[in-house]
């Protein structure tokens, strides 16, 4: 696919949800990077804007760059490795909200089991693909609907953690997310400036003290 220049947001501070000794949480805004890109004029991003304020951050996870909201950063070799076993196995609750085209008309809450692979020819865009792809499960519940519209507000829980997932699944259920210009359609890229995906909350267990810790963060559209 073609590619856009790439025009981060202008940094007027990080939105710190969460700090301590071993971890920082942050509200990464739409349109940036998590980590540094490839190729020249992408080193601007979430990662190095945390650094220069708490060098000892180290990225642990990844939204993808239209995307906003929670990212977890450890403090730390230790936090890092810590909070990354967390990940791995699964013990990291993560739910998102989403604008999607449409009047919803599945059930209003339930789950989408559509196993996703790598579209090589288009990439980086996935692809269900019933073949060779990947168990992929997401949970959702409809929130709201604005008839109006013709958009639904779901909320979105990703099971697994393949890429590109929730985008996916939500353009395999005939309701793509609103600004999405890899998996939408004119229609649906028309109806947001941006990528209507938030990651609102997050729940672990705290790597020092094992005590649940749970941080919200409400979506901006």
Not at 112 to 124: F, Q, T, V
Not at 174 to 201: M, N, V
Request: net charge positive.
């Amino acid at each position: 696919m073609p590619s856009t220049p790439y025009r981060p947001p202008a940094h007027r501070g990080l939105s710190v949800l969460y700090l301590s000794e071993q971890l920082i949480v942050v509200d990464k805004p739409s349109g940036l990077l998590s980590v540094p890109g490839r190729g020249a004029g992408k080193d601007d991003c979430l990662s190095r804007r945390v650094q220069a304020e708490f060098p000892d951050a180290m990225i642990v996870h990844r939204l993808d760059m239209g995307t906003s909201g929670i990212v977890v950063m450890g403090r730390g070799a230790k936090a890092q490795r810590e909070l990354s076993i967390l990940f791995q196995e699964r013990r990291v609750r993560k739910r998102y909200q989403a604008l999607v085209d449409g009047h919803w008309t599945a059930a209003a809450a339930g789950e989408i089991d559509l196993p996703i692979s790598g579209d090589w020819p288009n990439r980086p865009k996935q692809k269900v693909d019933h073949a060779l792809g990947r168990p992929s499960l997401t949970r959702y519940r409809v929130l709201d609907i604005d008839a109006a519209r013709a958009v639904s507000r779901i909320e979105l829980e990703p099971i697994t953690g393949r890429s590109h997932q929730l985008r996916v699944h939500m353009e395999a259920m005939g309701h793509p997310i609103l600004g999405d210009d890899f998996y939408g359609t004119p229609a649906s890229c028309a109806k947001a400036e941006r990528l209507t995906l938030h990651a609102c909350q997050i729940e672990l267990d705290h790597p020092e003290t094992g005590a649940p810790l749970r941080v919200d963060c409400p979506p901006p559209f």
